[in-house]
């Protein structure tokens, strides 16, 4: 073997692992500073993605999980979605079943920290009258839509947000009292705009129950479960349209991801309309406030 191909093998010998381990040093720096920098958060759907956005501003990397346009209650995570939470500090969740996808956090050993923002809510109560007219115990997951408990949820992200990056402390509290403020502000809306107004409406699916609760309303539902995807059967609208008839209601809800075509049936029986009532499930352009008062306005103009 000549010296130029002795050289040769020599330079490779050291050339490789030197590549290597500067191709391994800079993904690891990257990553740490990542890491160092800002949390990295996955919410479940938007009114979480939007609260954890108030509380933790610039000093937190939130990633919204179910995509814009799609109704979560019966979304499934990808490949790629896990992946993504597998890299995050925390995820952000609403808890009482509405994520049906958890257990695969559990098959995939995630090392982060997950946030019931229920946690502190009294999540048992009596289901508000159906078309079914029955009272029975429920586990609704809609605790957002209530202003009162979306702000115990702003809390309980400000908490872990704190828990796991405690330099920054006041920063995520004074944030999350700034926000529960506004909240506060549309609580107090809400209560006396709807004050001295009739308390009966038809909701979509059952998901104003502790809206209603909240603010002495009675919801009665075209479809009793809490998952909109649920075909009515013809006594269920008939029963609906019996309903409006005796409460002499001239308005039906739908809701923006619903074929409005049932809630049309039945205000065309009762020579009503309908409109739009949130439950605010999926992403779009407008926050958590807007949304919540343009709901409070449709009402006002059914109920008041």
């Not at 949820?153 to 920054?168: E, H, L, M, R, T």
């Not at 009292?177 to 006396?192: F, M, P, V």
């Not at 107004?197 to 309303?217: G, R, T």
């Amino acid at each position: 073997m000549n010296t130029q191909v002795k050289l040769a093998i020599i330079a490779i010998t050291i050339t490789i692992p030197l590549v290597s381990f500067a191709v391994f040093s800079s993904d690891s720096n990257q990553f740490k500073k990542t890491n160092e920098s800002k949390l990295q958060v996955v919410s479940s759907f938007y009114p979480l993605y939007e609260f954890s956005q108030r509380v933790g501003q610039e000093k937190v990397d939130v990633k919204l999980l179910v995509p814009i346009g799609i109704e979560p209650h019966d979304w499934e995570p990808t490949i790629k979605d896990i992946q993504q939470m597998q890299k995050s500090d925390l995820i952000i969740i609403n808890g009482i079943g509405f994520e049906s996808w958890l257990d695969k956090l559990n098959e995939m050993n995630y090392q982060g920290v997950v946030v019931d923002t229920s946690f502190g809510i009294n999540k048992t109560m009596n289901k508000s009258s159906t078309s079914e007219n029955y009272a029975i115990k429920s586990r609704d997951p809609h605790i957002w839509i209530n202003p009162v408990f979306a702000k115990i949820q702003v809390k309980n992200i400000a908490n872990a947000f704190s828990n796991s990056d405690p330099k920054n402390e006041q920063y995520y509290h004074k944030n999350a009292a700034n926000y529960i403020n506004e909240l506060d502000l549309l609580d107090s809306k809400i209560r006396t705009e709807l004050s001295g107004c009739s308390h009966d409406f038809i909701s979509f699916h059952d998901s104003f129950s502790y809206f209603a609760k909240e603010y002495n309303l009675t919801q009665h539902t075209i479809i009793s479960s809490y998952a909109p995807h649920v075909e009515p059967t013809a006594k269920t609208l008939e029963n609906v349209i019996n309903t409006a008839k005796d409460l002499n209601l001239k308005v039906i809800f739908t809701e923006e991801t619903a074929d409005p075509k049932t809630s049309k049936v039945i205000a065309n029986e009762i020579g009503g309309t309908i409109m739009v009532l949130s439950p605010l499930e999926i992403a779009n352009n407008e926050t958590y406030i807007s949304k919540m008062t343009e709901n409070l306005n449709n009402l006002k103009e059914v109920l008041c």
